[in-house]
């Protein structure tokens, strides 16, 4: 059962315009989502979060959106750049005794053209 | 800054050899790691949450005998795969988080290819 979903593999968009990068989600539970960048042969570096009591969240050219009645978010980056290309992961977080563990979609590979 | 370091990159070993990796981090105290695992075209899969001084806590499906975490610091956490076989053959990688409060980002390491022969 796949809890964070991804249903796009690859998205390619010209330089300067908009990327939109979808995620759905099946457990309600989650208490906060997070965007993940990664480049090959690297780990994946933190992007940008959403708490599950908020419905947007911005920071520079990258905003996130939550609709939960949807159980959709999306990562939305203007104006999109050459050095975005990469794969990048949703991730729903969730609080447990151990601690927090975070469920990940299996990734959108972005590619931007100039 | 919070700059998690994993080592090794790469491994190829001998199946029924054991392997350690090493996780740390290096500016920043990680109060909790966590042990990722990634198929080929899946997502990173949760295999284990450490906390620092306390014992790991597997997700369910994960042999604790097979995988063993240690974190006995707040910077370096390591997973011994034991007695490896092809199987076992993946993408390893960890991440660290500071815990103090609440919806703190993981921060991860760049991974460790483990190819067993």
């Known amino acids: 059962d796949q809890q964070v979903k991804q249903n796009s593999p690859s998205l390619s968009v010209q330089e300067g315009r908009i990327s939109i990068l979808n995620c759905d989600y099946t457990n309600s539970m989650f208490d906060y989502f997070l965007w993940y960048k990664k480049y090959p042969a690297e780990g994946p570096t933190f992007l940008i979060s959403i708490s599950s009591i908020k419905d947007k969240n911005e920071d520079g050219r990258f905003t996130v959106f939550l609709n939960k009645s949807a159980k959709h978010l999306s990562l939305h980056i203007v104006p999109s750049q050459p050095g975005d290309s990469a794969v990048y992961f949703c991730?729903?977080?969730?609080?447990?005794?151990?601690?927090?563990?975070?469920?990940f979609g299996k990734g959108t590979t972005l590619s931007v053209s100039s | 800054g919070a700059v998690v370091s994993q080592h090794p990159s790469r491994v190829i070993c001998k199946s029924g050899t054991s392997v350690k990796i090493e996780c740390r981090s290096l500016d920043f105290q990680a109060t909790t790691m966590f042990w990722y695992r990634q198929f080929p075209k899946q997502s990173l899969m949760l295999m284990a949450t450490s906390n620092e001084g306390s014992k790991a806590t597997y997700e369910q499906g994960v042999e604790k005998d097979k995988f063993l975490i240690n974190h006995a610091s707040l910077t370096l956490s390591t997973l011994t795969v034991t007695s490896a076989h092809p199987e076992d053959s993946s993408f390893y990688i960890c991440s660290a988080s500071s815990g103090q409060g609440q919806n703190q980002p993981q921060h991860f390491g760049d991974g460790t290819r483990l190819s067993i022969l």
């Open positions: 991730a729903g977080g969730l609080y447990n005794q151990a601690g927090t563990a975070l469920i």
